[in-house]
């Protein structure tokens, strides 16, 4: 929210500084986003009269002034403005300086062979406006070669960021409220009689949606004159960001900004017939004042007469019944809509106002005649008329709470004590009342309190958060306990193992373009916001591969040779009860060249499928999984290339981990066109480790004895996964067998052809006596014996 220093000091006596403002908004809790202020860009701006204005002998358009700053000695200057004209004083920058419109610094120059010392500027150009039909014209008695900025004085502009619990701060009044009861500065009281009406109100005003539009109130000015509003109103609304339409909308906008009471003036001309806060109907449209048609629905509260309706109620007005310049008789409309039905409404068609803002958060229901009589006062003071009675229909909710409140909650809850006068002080400058026996009553404008803390809140904040001293906490004796749960234990151990064997860490969004999410649904339902933060960020993500495949991309389009990434987050998927579930991931994108070109090592080697193998496997290690006993299978997924990927399981149908290179549809829908191999754990599918029997782990005795290791070579089908012959191997003789693995895989002369040889090694540990011949002849015969139920045989 936007406003400026003058503004404020209009609503509070104070003669703080914008420095000190600034910063005793940001102690209350009302955030500063920037202080700004329009006249430090106009410093090398000066006041000059026009002396000469001759036309350019080479241009049609444009003339040659003579332009006096004062100081005796005339500038040259070319300028195209159509009021040009000697005598005209306006404002001419200088070279050096910078026109705030668009950054362009003035220099010394010639335009058509003629030499322009600067440049006779607009409204539009110094960022004053959007008048830009002519240069600035000021009274012949300003004086000359003054800074224009000095001419203008000084008005900081303030941009607060207003929190939703804060609906009271949505008015310039509100924030001065909040500053009067920090000490500063004194609240000016608004200052509005109540208009006696001349007659009654010529229009039947109605409610049919009581729930929508509690309270309704209305009132006819006629014989108005629509046109500019005053400079003064001008310019503060230009300081909020907005753009001065005319008198009538000017007035609306001031009042919902300063006061934070929307209000909507209809042209009476335009109406027929009875107006009436009713339910929209089935099919019914109107086009809003931002010139697009919306389709209603029967739960939206509108505005409406016989014709149709005219205003989407407390959001946005109809561009039919505008007023405009011809206007001359207006309806004003001060109601009061019921927050849900304002946000319900305001997400359904996605059509976000002023209005809306504040009537969703909480507009003050006991204003409503307040804001009436600012409104037709301001109305009769620029636009002049007539003003009806004013018509009250419904009642608004403006029944006040009581709280009971202990001032010794400050210091238990607060964290500092506060004497019980300067707590009253404050409660009762911030607009609440305190009884006696402290039952304190809450204004009708702050809906966000709802109890005692709150209120401490109140105090503490306008206290100073600065004077609640550090205590720390206290500390329990002996060692401190770990505060991590299991799971982010695990995510620890898996980060750091993930960056030690060289991979980057990445942070995706959770959310995905439908198109991403449907391609790794495997079928399964795809979670969608209902309220997304964007149109291509609308689903929940399946699975952790598509944000980081987007991410591979981007780092190879930006000329990447080789992209490492992991990433450990939640996956979403619909669970038994049909509720989304989330689920721990962890997932691997190998993109690119996995070595790159060299003398030693040739070409450069792209990633492969056995490279997110590795992957997968060492961080299953870290992980906790047995990863002795884990089973290689296929069934990865459509997502992956059928001949090149497979899935790590416990048993056939418990899948910790995927792995393999992407399917070329896969890479083709992300946009890749490099060698990229993934690798995704389900880390919620893992094993908990078994809880040991003691606190102390079992003592290390390495065996007394020396190991043995033997060689072995199969012949086995070429179909058979190694894994399973060594798996078979390894348990033979569970009792002697401490490791195996495979040193040779041949295929060639000698072998049957569908058939290849793969060499084991098997390391045997004796126990309490060293192994004879009779021994390992016996533990051979079994490692025999299981690689012949893998269809193995023993060579020769």
Known sequence: MKFSLSWLKALLDTQASATEIAEKLTSLGLEIESVTDASAALKQFRVARVLTAEKHPQADKLQVLSVDLGDGSPLQVVCGAPNARAGLVGVLGVPGAVVPANGMELRKSAIRGVESNGMMCSTRELGLGEEHDGI????????????????????????????????DCMGVYGIARDLAAAGIGTLRAIDVAPVTGTGPCPVDIRIEDAAGCPAFYGRVIKGVTNGASPQWLQDRLKAAGQRPIS??????????????????????????????????????????????????????????????????????????SGCSDT??????????????????????????????????????????????????????????????????????????????????????????????????????????????????????????????????????????????????????????????????????RLRRAAAARGLHEAVTWSFLPPAQAEHFADGQFVWTLANPISEDLKAMRPSLLPGLLAA????????????????????????????????????????????????????????????????????????????????????????????????????????????????????????????????E????RVPAKKAAPGFARPHFAPPALQAVTRDFAFLVDAKVPAGDVLRAVKGADKASIVAARVFD??????????????????????????????ALKEISDKIVAAAAKQGGVLRG
């Not at 300003?142 to 004085?153: E, M, R, V």
């Not at 754990?681 to 919620?684: A, C, K, P, S, V």
Request: aromatic residues 6%; contains cysteine.
């Open 327 to 492: 206007t001359t008789d207006v309806l004003l409309e001060v109601a009061y809509f019921d927050p849900a039905h304002i946000a319900r409404t305001g997400q359904a068609l996605a059509l976000a106002s002023d209005a809306r803002g504040r009537f969703e958060r909480g507009v003050d229901p006991a204003f409503l005649d307040t804001g009436m009589d600012l409104l037709t006062a301001l109305i009769l003071e620029i636009c002049g008329g007539e003003a009806s009675e004013v018509v009250r229909v419904g009642t608004p909710p403006v029944a006040q709470r009581s709280l009971a409140y202990d001032p010794a909650l400050a210091g238990q809850l607060g964290g500092v004590a506060v004497a019980q006068g300067e707590q009253k002080r404050i409660l009762a400058a911030l607009g609440f009342g305190v009884d006696a026996d402290w039952t304190v009553t809450v204004p009708t404008w702050r809906p966000d309190i709802a109890g005692a803390p709150d209120l401490v809140e109140e105090v503490i904040r306008v206290h100073g958060l600065d004077a609640v001293p550090s205590t720390p906490l206290p500390r329990t004796d002996g060692v401190a306990r770990p505060t991590a749960t299991p799971v982010q234990m695990l995510e620890r």
């Open 552 to 679: 591979a991309r981007r780092n190879c389009d930006r000329g990447a040779s080789s992209v490492r990434l992991f990433e450990i987050g939640r996956r979403y998927l619909r669970a038994d009860d049909g509720s989304s579930d989330e689920r721990l991931s962890l997932a691997v994108v190998l993109a690119g060249e996995r070595t790159a070109r060299g003398w030693a090592s040739g070409k450069a080697q792209a990633f492969d499928a056995f490279d997110a193998k590795a992957e997968a496997m060492a961080l299953l290690a870290q992980a906790g999984a047995p990863v002795e006993n884990l089973q290689v299978m296929g069934e990865a997924g459509s997502q992956f290339h059928p001949g090149q990927s497979a899935t790590l399981r416990l048993g056939p149908k418990q899948v910790l981990a995927r792995f393999g290179m992407i399917h070329p549809a896969t890479a083709k829908a992300f946009g890749l066109d490099v060698p990229v191999a993934v690798v």
């Open 681 to 684: 754990l389900f880390l919620d």
């Open 745 to 774: 895989d041949f295929r060639g002369q000698g072998v049957p052809e569908g058939q290849r040889s793969l060499g084991l090694e098997v390391t045997l540990q004796p126990g309490d006596k060293s192994f004879d011949e009779a």
């Open 136 to 167: 600035i014209e000021l009274p012949e008695d300003t004086a000359l070669g003054q800074s224009f900025a000095d001419y203008i004085g000084s008005d900081p502009v303030f941009d607060v960021a207003i929190t939703p619990n804060r609906p």
């Open 247 to 320: 008198a009538l909308v000017d007035i609306t906008n001031y009042v919902m900004l300063g006061y934070g009471r929307p209000a909507h003036a209809y042209d009476l001309a335009k109406l027929t017939g009875a107006v009436t806060a009713r339910l929209a109907r089935e099919g019914e449209t109107v086009v809003a004042l931002n010139g697009k048609e919306y389709v209603l629905q029967p739960f939206m509260t509108v505005i409406a007469d016989d014709a149709g309706v005219h205003d989407i109620g407390g959001i946005m007005g109809g561009e039919h």
